[in-house]
Structure formats: C-alpha cells, structure tokens
C-alpha cells in the first residue's frame, strides 16, 4: 500500500524524541530515547547531533549526561524541528519529482502546492508543549 505523504525516519526520530525530551524533568541519553522511540542507537544519536547543533537540545556528557532541551516546549515548533532535519519545505514542487514538465499545465494542478502548503501550516502552528500529555509511560 502506498502512502502520498511520509515522513523520513530521521524527521520521524527528530520530532517523537523533542516530545520525549520535552516531557521528561530529568536527561536522557541516547539509549533510552531509542528504547521509547524504538528507533537505532547510532540514528537517534545522529539526530540529537543535529538537533543539537541547531540549538533546541543542549548535550552533557558523563554518568549524568544527556539531553535536555534548550528552549521551552511551546517556543518549539514541529516546523522548527522538520526544517532542522529536513531543510525549509519547498512548497513549489513536482508531485513527480520533475524538474521540467512535459505539459503545457501540470496534470496534478495545484494539488502539490495546496498539500505542502498545509503540510507547512500544520507543523507550524503546532509546538511540543501540546503533546505533553500524549506520552505512553513504558514499564
């Protein structure tokens, strides 16, 4: 079965571990982000480097080292976190991933436009501190 929107693992990772960090009073460290996210190790730790980098998370290394976030949660928004990983959403796209068109007029329209378009309003006007709440505790 195929899906028209997906999103990348890392983008996936990024956004399930910003909630995670997010509702936790204590660090974390990669181990158990990947453990609740269900994610690897080694991409879990590639995304926190990368979050990291871009100032949302902070890093302390050691025996009580771990992530913690930079930021309040409703200062963070999905979009920030996506465009972190990702880069800016380009809203002017090819569903078809063409760089010259065929037609005269795009067969799919404006379509591409208008999800995109949503897709981006969406992921901004949503922040962390909204899925506070939303965590399953794990035993």
Do not use: W
């Not at 195929?2 to 999103?7: F, T, V």
């Not at 982000?33 to 994610?39: D, K, L, N, P, R």
């Not at 979009?79 to 795009?106: M, Q, S, W």
């Amino acid at each position: 079965m195929s899906q028209l929107i997906s999103l990348s693992e890392a983008a996936a990772i990024g956004l399930h571990s910003m909630v995670y960090i997010s509702s936790l009073k204590e660090k974390v460290n990669v181990g158990q982000i990947s453990e609740y996210i269900g994610s690897s190790k080694h991409h879990v730790a590639k995304v926190m480097q990368r979050l990291v980098k871009e100032e949302f998370i902070v890093s302390n290394r050691g025996p009580a080292g771990g992530f913690e976030l930079n930021k309040k949660p409703e200062e963070i928004t999905l979009l920030d976190i996506y465009e972190a990983i990702e880069g800016p959403i380009n809203t002017h796209i090819c569903l078809g991933n063409k760089i010259v068109c065929p037609f005269k007029r795009c067969i799919f329209g404006d379509l591409s436009f208008k999800m995109t378009l949503e897709f981006r309003n969406y992921m901004q006007s949503h922040t962390l501190d909204e899925y506070l709440d939303d965590l399953i505790l794990k035993m």
